[in-house]
């Protein structure tokens, strides 16, 4: 009885105390520099900015990347396929299992992977489509399209749509929220990257499938949990949890929905990795 409960302070609807306490972890919110921040989960929330500013936005980028709605998607847990490689010169592949068992599913950073290979093998085109006869392991089962990695897990063509479409919301999220502020994406200093699947994830293909800005890779950090990190610094300091409250008022919200631009950006972005392909130009 009588124990005391912090929370910690949301900024929006979508942007709540996880987000406070991811900024609160990483210290952001006290470098000269501009950092961008990426939790990605069901909604890809963005922020960006440095001491003297931040702005903040969410995108739903759907459950696809936590493994749901994916046939055979499942979270970076054991039994996972993490990475995927495809040699389009002797047709044959090589997974990567979390755990080094038998694969039974894929997560987040082993769909990126796939949407990749496939894309550069040919398998798949800019449009994310399955191209027939270009591989062995394509097949045509329950009326659609499916490239099997074994004979229990495969990724369809809904599946590689539903991946698409998140990369998508999560670049044109990042792009419009900059587009608002004024600045260039090669601003940015520092990219931390939050939420399960980050820890696997390659930066290099998730830029190439244009899910993340064309920056040097040096520039992106793995931060892991920082929702927990964050609830154990607020837990363990008074002058933390005023520090989180000082942190959200100073967090300024832009709407996506209400953005002139956000929608030009998300078709743009339905393309592998974009319709500008200059944008990602030394790729």
């Not at 040699?87 to 894929?106: A, R, Y």
């Not at 398998?123 to 392991?137: L, T």
């Not at 601003?187 to 064309?214: R, V, W």
């Amino acid at each position: 009885e009588n124990i005391p409960v912090y929370t910690l302070p949301s900024v929006a609807g979508y942007v709540g105390g996880d987000i406070v306490a991811g900024l609160l972890s990483t210290g952001m919110y006290e470098a000269e520099e501009i950092a961008l921040f990426i939790d990605i989960g069901t909604n890809g929330e963005i922020v960006i900015g440095n001491k003297d500013w931040l702005a903040t936005a969410s995108t739903s980028a759907g459950p696809c990347f936590e493994g749901s709605g994916i046939s055979c998607g499942m979270r970076a847990t054991e039994g996972a396929i993490e990475g995927f490689k495809y040699n389009k010169d002797s047709d044959e592949f090589k997974i990567k299992v979390i755990g080094g068992g038998k694969p039974q599913g894929i997560c987040g950073s082993g769909m990126i992977d796939i949407v990749y290979e496939l894309f550069e093998a040919g398998v798949i085109d800019g449009k994310g489509k399955f191209v027939k006869g270009s591989s062995p392991f394509l097949r045509y089962v329950d009326d659609e399209m499916r490239f099997y990695i074994t004979k229990e897990c495969y990724i369809s063509q809904a599946d590689i749509d539903n991946i698409v479409r998140a990369k998508a919301a999560i670049y044109a999220g990042i792009t419009t929220l900059l587009n608002e502020i004024g600045i260039n994406q090669k601003d940015i200093s520092k990219i931390y990257i939050a939420g399960g699947f980050g820890e696997f994830l390659s930066i290099e293909k998730a830029i190439k499938i244009g899910m993340l800005p064309n920056l040097p890779s040096a520039r992106f950090a793995f931060v892991g949990n920082t929702s927990l990190a964050g609830a154990i610094l607020c837990l363990l300091s008074k002058p933390l949890r005023d520090k989180a409250e000082e942190i959200a008022n100073k967090m300024t919200y832009i709407d996506l929905s209400r953005s002139k631009t956000f929608m030009d950006e998300y078709v743009s972005a339905l393309f592998i990795p974009h319709t500008d392909l200059g944008r990602f130009a030394n790729y």
